[in-house]
């Protein structure tokens, strides 16, 4: 046996400050699996499932953004698209932009990949560089006004609540955890029916998804 041992005070504590943070952070599993559904063929069904990775403020997974949709177009209705956000730590504004698509998704859910798409078209806005002489809170206010520009400025205040309001920082944890449980830690990544596919961080071309969907659609064929 290992020569150490562990007294019973550190054992305690330790049980104590565990339960606590369970007791004031979220509970996992949460209630509703992470991720917003961009298409859903049935489970269960001989459809082909993705997951996606994403960043709305990291570049490489704007340039996967298009391909990816053009792929799940082309495959319709037999690909299914979830996507899960992972904000990555080195961009600063990563958690706030994934918490403002988490605050547009409860707000009005349709609008979510609009928002995430126009977070494609204009992350430059909120990269390090532009942002760093602004405060958090000036910071948050420009993610709400951008956020208007999906939702309508009627949605000003919402989303100023939702920025406020404990659930939609707990909802972005979930998906942040949902990534690092799954050892996600590149954006983007890309599971295909469970299955991690190699190039993590970088982006998909079209025909690049025709390789590895092609021969799933055919065995099914068989
Ligand atoms: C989006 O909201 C509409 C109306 O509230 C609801 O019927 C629908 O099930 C929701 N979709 C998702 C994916 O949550
Ligand atoms: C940030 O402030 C510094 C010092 O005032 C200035 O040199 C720099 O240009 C500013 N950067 C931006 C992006 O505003
Ligand atoms: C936070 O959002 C949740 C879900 O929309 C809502 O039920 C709750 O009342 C909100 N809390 C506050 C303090 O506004």
């Not at 177009?73 to 932009?97: I, K």
């Not at 859910?109 to 977070?119: R, V």
Request: hydrophobic share 40%; glycine share 6%; charged share 20%.
């Amino acid at each position: 046996m290992a020569g150490f041992t562990i007294s019973f005070p550190v054992i305690v504590v330790a049980a104590v400050v565990g339960l606590a943070s369970l007791v004031t952070s979220q509970s996992l599993p949460p209630a509703r699996y992470d991720g917003f559904v961009y298409t859903d063929c049935r489970f269960g069904s001989d459809g082909v499932m993705i997951e996606a990775f994403l960043d709305p403020v990291c570049p490489d997974s704007r340039d996967s953004w298009v391909p990816l949709k053009k792929a799940v177009q082309y495959y319709r209705p037999r690909v299914s698209l979830v996507v899960h956000l992972l904000p990555l730590p080195y961009h600063d504004n990563a958690f706030g932009a994934s918490r403002a698509l988490h605050i547009v998704n409860m707000l009005k859910n349709d609008s979510t990949f609009p928002l995430l798409e126009l977070f494609f078209n204009e992350q430059e806005k909120f990269y390090n560089s532009q942002t760093m002489n602004m405060s958090r809170a000036s910071i948050v206010k420009s993610l709400t006004k951008f956020s208007t520009q999906v939702v309508g400025n009627s949605y000003y205040s919402a989303i100023e609540a939702g920025f406020n309001n404990r659930t939609t920082d707990l909802k972005t944890r979930v998906s942040f955890k949902y990534s690092t449980s799954k050892g996600v830690d590149a954006t983007p990544s890309f599971f295909l029916n469970g299955f991690l596919l190699p190039g993590a961080g970088s982006p998909i071309d079209f025909k690049g998804w025709k390789t590895f969907i092609d021969p799933l659609i055919n065995e099914h064929k068989e």
